[in-house]
């Protein structure tokens, strides 16, 4: 049985590395693939070695922010059915609702209460749309 | 009727006329009607009186000449017989005579309607009264009437003596039946006037023995006077004047009766009445229409005056009274004529000046209104001198802005060509330059010039040739002069004082106008700035936000790794140190988190998450889960009693689940001894959640600053806990919720924050995420 892939897109060096160690000490199951930007995210994606189980997308990646990712994703016939999520530092309400309405399956902020996120990754990968828990 | 003119002056006119006519009228009559009766006695009098005489006369004709025969004959011979028969046959008078010897044999017998053949009447004549009466001596006697059984007709008979013409001695007797036929013949030929009827009546028998009419005789009439003369029942009519005259035949007596209806006999005094009553009813109609004509000629004028004076006071004032007489009332009606068209000039006048000032006002109110909806300044003055010259028919309208630091009135809109030339000279008054412009300015009044070829101050505009009248208003608002607004005419004398005023307040109104574009750019000036400020906060707290959070992200997580020991052993004493590491790190994002949630509340933009179906019961879970390490180190004992069956409500997962960890890590915070006590239930759609500890309390005077921001208790200034934020941010999200969050609290005995939430708040619905 293969493992659960998980794909990171975050320019923030740090989190690349808490999310990494995170995956590392509690998640044994999961694969962890990350991008440090979005240059070529599309012929990234698809050069995945396997079909990613959640895709995380920090909003603010240079070049493409995560709303235009998320638009080639749901505009791709790979990952337009994919689970999509924002892991975001941005709190305000109305970016929610733009998240949502882009089309985000959920969103979770920034920082990471570890015990919080693996439940709700759990309950994310089950179908639920979590936002900012 | 009678209160109108007409009707009551007739009345009175006729009734004072009429009246004194109908008394004279029937004294007249009633005078003319004595009199007249009275004359006409007087006429039956003598009538009575003139027939008696002829009927006597006959009478006494008739004995006389029996008389003047047996005197000649003197014997009762043949003789006296041829001269008796011959009597007989010569006058109808007689019907019968007879004549007697002393021993009463009848010696000749003569009738005139019967035959006689011998002796007719032998028997007892010498016993009868005719006979006996002269045979005793007596010279005449004169029978009493009676009727004859043959001819039906009233005779009466004379007795003479037949003596000896020469002894005297008395040789027989002649008794005639003369008849009264021949004084019937004597009525009818009576010429009498007025139907006067003449009659003789016997008294004996009251048979009427002589009448105009034989038949009346004939028929036995009889008929009885009801006086000597008078009034009564006559033989010819019912209703008579009479007389009667006696008239004696022997020891007889006959009545001559003449009477004649009184119709007749009054009949002029009848006449004089219908006269007098046709004299008096023409006097009335004639009176009436010289009234009426009278009162038509007096009344018809006043009456049109004052039909004319009620249409004028119903506001026809172009009414006039149509009355052309030349008498007082046509005076009268010219002056009311004249004082009519004074009114109607008046009012005109009125009007037109009412209606000149009202279009004028209407203009400024225009105008006012124009420019009071632009707010533009550049776009405004333009738009009000261009407005005002239009709207006044003027030559020229310009508006010079008042330039305080300069000291100086600055062209800032003019009109025409001469305006935009104006403008581009940049052309301004200095206020201490001549001029009417700075002279109002100065004077902070209205300067007027009607005719500037005249004015001695007036500076000519070459660009303005035919400028006759010019008016300065000075535009002050409160006690800032903020320009002059001038005015100028190509006519003399264009401004009075009524335009003035208008003006004046014109540019009041123009005054608060300028103003209130200058305030409002400033206004929209300082709101851009705001706007611009609020963005550049609302932008700045996001990226702090976020800017904070990230590197957060890795303090809190890499600590947390090292203290689970995930990145090699820890001791006990480090997990302790990086626990508080991991603590502080939270309270830091707590912090970030309330101020982030200040900006929001501040700036308008809190927005809720809304979702439908919130489960409470797993959100006190975890605020209890979190929050009870609070009490770790203390005596004070949580309670938490839920509603099993608590409904969900519609809301704010997150934010919630913020006001109850805020009210309940209050309470373990400020509470050293005791307990904690958290209640959840749902009533009638409400949902309570309640916090109730035994801590310090809350004192009175603190209460009202308790939900304010930024605001502590003392204690919590004291404990360095928090950022006085958390209940105001509670506060408001309660609100937002459409609930309530209240509390009470009693120094030493602790405080009860109550949250009230509708469960289902149709707004909420409505934002349902």
């Given at each position: 049985m293969s493992k659960t892939l998980l794909v990171y897109v975050e320019d923030d060096e740090m989190s690349r590395d808490v999310m990494a160690l995170l995956v590392e000490t509690s998640l044994e199951d999961f694969d962890l693939i990350t991008f440090e930007d979005s240059h070529n995210f599309m012929s990234r994606m698809q050069a995945l070695p396997k079909q990613p189980d959640l895709i995380m997308l920090d909003i603010h990646v240079p070049p493409l922010d995560g709303f235009q990712m998320l638009r080639e994703l749901r505009q791709s016939d790979q990952f337009a059915a994919s689970k999509v999520i924002a892991l975001t530092a941005s709190v305000m309400n109305d970016e929610v609702r733009r998240l949502r309405d882009a089309g985000f399956?959920?969103?979770i902020s920034k920082p990471i209460n570890q015990t919080q996120f693996m439940q709700n990754i759990e309950r994310i990968l089950n179908g639920e749309q979590i936002w900012l828990i | 009727m009678f209160r109108r003119l007409q009707p009551r002056f007739t009345l009175i006119f006729v009734s004072t006329t009429i009246?004194?006519?109908?008394?004279?009228?029937?004294?007249?009559?009633?005078?003319?009607?004595?009199?007249?009766?009275?004359?006409?006695?007087e006429r039956l009098i003598e009538t009575a009186n003139t027939v008696a005489q002829q009927i006597e006369t006959f009478i006494t004709t008739r004995t006389q000449e029996l008389n003047l025969m047996m005197a000649v004959t003197g014997l009762p011979d043949d003789e006296a017989g041829d001269l008796l028969q011959n009597l007989l046959l010569r006058t109808n008078a007689y019907e019968r005579i007879t004549l007697l010897d002393n021993n009463a044999n009848v010696i000749h017998e003569f009738s005139r309607s019967q035959t006689i053949d011998g002796p007719i009447r032998t028997s007892n004549l010498e016993m009868r009264t005719e006979y006996v009466a002269i045979i005793t001596g007596n010279p005449v006697y004169y029978s009493d009437v009676f009727i004859d059984a043959n001819i039906r007709e009233p005779l009466m008979t004379v007795s003479l003596p037949l003596s000896d013409r020469r002894t005297g001695t008395l040789r027989g007797v002649v008794i005639a039946e003369f008849r009264f036929r021949p004084i019937w013949e004597l009525l009818t030929d009576l010429d009498l006037d007025g139907d006067v009827n003449v009659f003789v009546t016997d008294p004996l028998m009251n048979n009427i023995i002589a009448h105009a009419d034989p038949s009346v005789v004939l028929r036995g009439t009889q008929f009885t006077p009801s006086g000597d003369f008078g009034r009564g029942n006559g033989q010819s009519a019912d209703d008579v004047l009479f007389a009667v005259q006696e008239l004696p035949v022997g020891g007889n007596r006959l009545l001559v009766i003449a009477e004649q209806p009184v119709s007749t006999a009054l009949a002029?005094?009848?006449?004089?009445?219908?006269?007098t009553l046709l004299v008096i009813v023409l006097a009335t109609i004639s009176a009436i229409a010289v009234v009426t004509l009278a009162v038509r000629h007096v009344v018809q004028p006043i009456k049109r005056l004052s039909d004319t004076a009620q249409q004028i006071q119903s506001g026809d004032l172009s009414m006039r009274a149509d009355v052309t007489s030349r008498d007082e009332i046509g005076d009268l009606a010219q002056a009311f004529n004249n004082m009519t068209a004074q009114l109607q000039d008046l009012i005109a006048n009125l009007e037109r000046r009412v209606e000149d000032r009202t279009r004028d006002l209407q203009v400024a109110v225009d105008v006012s209104k124009q420019v009071a909806t632009v707010l533009n300044l550049p776009d405004l003055l333009p738009l009000i001198v261009e407005r005002t010259k239009s709207a006044y028919g003027l030559y020229h309208v310009s508006i010079y802005q008042h330039d305080a630091d300069q000291n100086r009135l600055q062209l800032a809109a003019a009109t025409g060509t001469a305006g935009t030339i104006m403008m581009e000279m940049e052309n301004y008054f200095r206020l201490d330059q001549p001029g009417l412009i700075p002279a109002a300015a100065r004077a902070r009044k209205p300067v007027l010039v009607n005719n500037v070829l005249a004015a001695d101050d007036h500076l000519p505009n070459p660009l303005l040739p035919l400028t006759r009248a010019e008016l300065a208003v000075p535009m002050i608002v409160g006690d800032t002069l903020l320009g002059v607004l001038d005015l100028q005419s190509s006519q003399f004398d264009a401004f009075d004082d009524d335009d003035l005023r208008l003006l004046q307040s014109l540019a009041e109104q123009l005054g608060v106008a300028v103003q209130n574009a200058t305030l409002y750019a400033q206004q929209l000036e300082i709101t851009e700035e705001l706007r611009r400020?609020?963005?550049?906060?609302?932008?700045?707290?996001?990226?702090?936000?976020?800017?904070?959070?990230?590197?957060?992200?890795?303090?809190?997580?890499?600590t947390q790794f090292v203290r689970m020991g995930k990145l090699g052993d820890v001791n006990a004493k480090q997990v302790?140190?990086?626990?508080?590491?991991?603590?502080?790190?939270?309270?830091?994002?707590?912090?970030?988190?309330?101020?982030?949630?200040?900006?929001?509340i501040e700036a308008g933009m809190m927005e809720l998450f809304v979702e439908d179906d919130v489960d409470l019961k797993i959100e006190i879970d975890t605020v209890v889960a979190s929050t009870s390490t609070l009490l770790d180190d203390k005596p004070v004992v949580m309670r938490v009693d839920v509603q099993k069956d608590l409904p969900n409500v519609v809301g704010d997962r997150r934010r919630i689940r913020q006001i109850m960890l805020n009210l309940v890590s209050n309470a373990c915070k400020y509470t050293s001894h005791g307990s904690v006590h958290i209640k959840a239930y749902a009533q009638d759609d409400v949902l309570t959640f309640s916090v109730a500890d035994t801590g310090m309390g809350i004192p009175p005077e603190e209460h009202a600053l308790i939900f304010e921001s930024f605001r502590q208790t003392r204690e919590g200034l004291r404990t360095g806990n928090g950022t006085g934020l958390g209940l105001a941010i509670s506060h408001r999200l309660a609100q937002e919720h459409y609930g309530t969050l209240t509390f009470t609290s009693e120094v030493g005995?602790?405080?009860?924050?109550?949250?009230?939430?509708?469960?289902?708040?149709?707004?909420l619905l409505k934002q349902v995420f």
């Open positions: 399956n959920g969103a | 009246t004194p006519l109908l008394i004279i009228g029937l004294l007249i009559g009633m005078v003319s009607i004595d009199r007249l009766s009275t004359q006409a006695q002029i005094a009848q006449q004089l009445g219908t006269l400020l609020d963005n550049m906060k609302s932008q700045f707290l996001a990226s702090m936000s976020h800017e904070l959070r990230t590197p957060l992200n890795a303090i809190l997580n890499f302790d140190a990086l626990g508080k590491a991991i603590k502080s790190g939270e309270h830091l994002l707590s912090l970030i988190n309330d101020v982030l949630d200040v900006a929001k005995s602790g405080s009860t924050f109550i949250l009230m939430l509708p469960v289902r708040a149709p707004e």
